[in-house]
Nanobody
Framework: QVQFVESGGGLVQPGGSLRLSCTASGVTSDYYAIGWFRQAPGKEREGVSCISTSDDIYYVDSVKGRFTISRDNVKNTVYLQMSSLKPEDTAVYYC???????????????WGQGTQVNVSS
């Protein structure tokens, strides 16, 4: 059973920064990616960013240059540093495990409970 420990999120003004963190355990596959997808009110879920065990990295076009994903192998934790946040980044962000890197633009195969990110003045 894949389990997640997520933290971060909250309320921030436009232009501000937040950092999400996620630790996933129980993944049995040797190759997988871990990252985030999000769902805004009234919109479909979309992959935001992920990093694979081979260090392949994906970003959705709308966050390129603003978000950075990284991994601490000692802590087995992945981080998403979000900068220059915009109101359109407001969503529930779900940490997910993607069994194939090609799934990163979509929804993870496993995911956590999610954390709310609100960007508003």
């Amino acid at each position: 059973q894949v389990q997640f420990v997520e933290s971060g999120g909250g309320l921030v003004q436009p232009g501000g920064s937040l950092r999400l963190s996620c630790t996933a355990s129980g993944v049995t596959s040797d190759y997988y990616a871990i990252g985030w997808f999000r769902q805004a009110p009234g919109k479909e879920r979309e992959g935001v960013s992920c990093i694979s065990t081979s260090d392949d990295i994906y970003y959705v076009d709308s966050v390129k240059g603003r978000f950075t994903i990284s991994r601490d192998n000692v802590k087995n934790t992945v981080y998403l540093q979000m900068s220059s946040l915009k109101p359109e980044d407001t969503a529930v962000y779900y940490c997910g495990v993607f069994l194939y890197f090609g799934r990163c633009p979509r929804v993870g195969d496993y995911w956590g409970q999610g954390t709310q990110v609100n960007v508003s003045s």
